[in-house]
């Protein structure tokens, strides 16, 4: 929380920093603002602000001027271990702000990927605070107060701050970064995402149709799956039909019986000698006496047994007629037999019911129907992705042509640039060879060195003096600092085995890279510490029988005895202070 409250404090500051971004006409982007340090090898404590432009770290030889390198690089996902707390101690801390400067979004598009991917908050509202705490058995790590991975912290250290010098931490020997920044010199941005959109489209066209084919009915699986419909659809099942012909089944099973019966109760009701109706005949003759004999009641009782006479009779009708209705046609029982085992094996194959045999019947009839329908897109997504891979193939060797355009402009952009800092007979050559068709094109690029003559042309990453390459990657920065991305550049050795006129010239760049980067230069040499926007000194120093380092930022007569003492004058000497000051004027007006 001290940390957070410490950095915070410093916002109130960057008002002044503002004003001298305006001054030096620096582009509006990420800048280091604030670096806290606890207990890191012979810092106890140290808070220490920087400004943009061109910062310079001066100091007598071991005086720990690489500190702020070290600490740069643990705290953006090197490897650092207990060694590197301070003697006595139990935990080491490191913190920075990056204050966010810049109205292009373009420039921390790649910062916020990683962000979002790993769930961290955003850039937002203007600040980005990076953490790293070390203790003898664990590390931990956190941006905007989020605990991320190493992993996590080295991709936001690659998007903000760039190291050059005997260590390994430089963008600039990747192949990948090395294909981007010619890019960037040839104005390919636009060609660029034309080619990635296309590669894009066309890879999400071959996922589809792999997906497709995952699911699509085969020509044999087809024709089983037709041959099972037409089975369902040929056999005309009805829900309630299995019903009606069991009913008929047990009917047609037991006809013999039924017409028996029935036939026998038509003879009991009317045909037989003693039949109920013969035998209600002299029932009927004696009603119809009492009939004419009593006149009130007689009659209705006589036309109550004639009615059930009728009826009888008309029971005896109906038997006949059933009788003659039920059918003793063995082939009918067989018909019915034939029909209910056909329902049955239809069932058992496809359903438990009808009901189900019917369902399945409709889940054929889509499969078959999507299937027809995948093949027409099958056959659309072929011809699209053909058509997205040739425009991607067209995009990849336009981008080939462009990029061959443009390399040896660059590299004679560079070599001259290389020849300033002091290399007089290097050579410098962008290699193109082909690759695999991808999002970025179809060709892979490396940057080839060779320092002096005679010698043989390597690829940069190759050159073994950490010195040659700091001034190698200065070189090219200001060749590309209008397309480089990685706001924070940090030299150090850059100054090593140089001196008069290269020396000064080395000054001279590296102010003015400063003006659309900002820039830490751990240097011996005067001329670039005259070259600084803003100047740092390192002390080392012994207090109660501890060594303690600290930084301090110098300006004015403080900036000048230093210069003096680098320069290897005496600090009242007259003439080296004028020499410091006409130095500092000088370097600034070639910038």
Do not use: W
Not at 117 to 144: C, H, I, K
Request: charged share 30%.
């Amino acid at each position: 929380m001290q940390v957070v409250m410490a950095i915070r404090r410093i916002i109130v500051g960057l008002n002044s920093q503002e004003n001298r971004r305006q001054r030096l006409n620096i582009g509006r982007r990420f800048v280091l603002s604030f670096l806290h340090i606890r207990n890191l090898a012979t810092v106890s404590e140290l808070e220490i602000e920087f400004a943009p432009g061109l910062n310079v770290v001066t100091g007598e030889t071991g005086a720990g001027k690489s500190l702020i390198m070290g600490a740069l690089q643990a705290l953006l996902g090197e490897r650092a271990d207990k060694s590197m707390i301070r003697h006595g101690e139990s935990r080491c801390e490191i913190a920075a702000e990056f204050m966010v400067v810049d109205d292009d979004s373009e420039s921390f598009e790649g910062l916020s990927r990683v962000l979002a991917a790993a769930g961290v908050a955003s850039v937002e509202p203007g600040r980005l605070l990076v953490r790293r705490t070390l203790t003898p058995t664990s590390s931990r790590a956190y941006v905007n107060d989020s605990p991320v991975t190493l992993d996590i912290l080295r991709a936001v250290g690659d998007c903000l701050v760039d190291i050059h010098g005997p260590h390994d931490h430089q963008s600039l020997l990747a192949a990948g970064c090395q294909l981007d920044l010619l890019d960037g010199f040839a104005s390919l941005t636009e060609l660029r995402k034309t080619c990635r959109d296309s590669f894009a489209q066309a890879r999400e066209c071959r996922r589809e149709i792999e997906e497709i084919g995952r699911t699509s009915v085969d020509a044999a699986e087809g024709e089983i799956l037709s041959h099972q419909l037409r089975e369902i659809r040929q056999a005309a099942l009805d829900p309630d039909e299995e019903r009606r012909l069991h009913e008929q089944y047990r009917a047609a099973a037991n006809s013999r019986s039924l017409i028996e019966n029935a036939e026998n109760c038509r003879q009991a009701l009317s045909e037989a000698d003693d039949s109920v109706v013969e035998r209600l005949r002299p029932c009927v003759a004696m009603l119809d006496e009492i009939a004419q004999l009593h006149a009130e009641r007689g009659p209705a009782l006589l036309a109550s047994l004639e009615s059930v006479v009728g009826q009888i009779d008309e029971l005896a009708r109906d038997l006949g007629e059933f009788a003659d209705l039920v059918e003793l046609d063995g082939d009918s029982l067989r018909t019915v037999e034939e029909r209910l085992e056909q329902i049955q094996r239809l069932r058992r194959k496809y359903g438990g019911t009808v009901e189900d045999v019917l369902r399945r019947a409709d889940r054929l009839a889509e499969r078959l129907a999507a299937s027809e329908q995948r093949e027409e897109r099958l056959r659309e997504l072929a011809q699209t992705e053909r058509e997205l891979t040739e425009g991607h193939l067209a995009n990849c060797a336009e981008l080939s042509r462009r990029r061959r355009a443009a390399a040896g402009e660059l590299a004679d952009r560079v070599s001259e640039k290389l020849r300033v800092l002091g290399f007089e007979d290097c050579r410098f050559e962008v290699s193109l060879s082909e690759a695999e068709p991808g999002p970025r094109g179809a060709d892979r690029a490396v940057f080839m060195f060779a320092p002096n003559p005679g010698e043989g042309i390597l690829p940069l990453r190759k050159i073994a003096s950490s010195g040659e390459a700091a001034r190698v990657m200065l070189g090219i920065k200001t060749v590309f600092s209008a397309v480089d991305r990685i706001p924070v550049l940090v030299f150090d050795e850059v100054d090593a085995n140089i001196g008069g006129v290269t020396a000064n010239q080395v000054a001279v760049e590296l102010a003015r890279l400063g003006r659309s980067h900002q820039i830490f230069c751990i240097t011996h040499l005067p001329q670039i510490a005259a070259a600084g926007d803003s100047h740092y000194r390192v002390v080392k120093m012994v207090e109660d029988r501890r060594t303690l380092t600290e930084i301090h930022r110098i300006e004015a007569d403080e900036r000048l005895s230093e210069i003096v003492r680098m320069m290897g004058g005496q600090d009242g000497s007259k003439v080296a202070r004028q020499h410091a000051k006409a130095m500092i004027g000088q370097v600034g007006g070639q910038v």
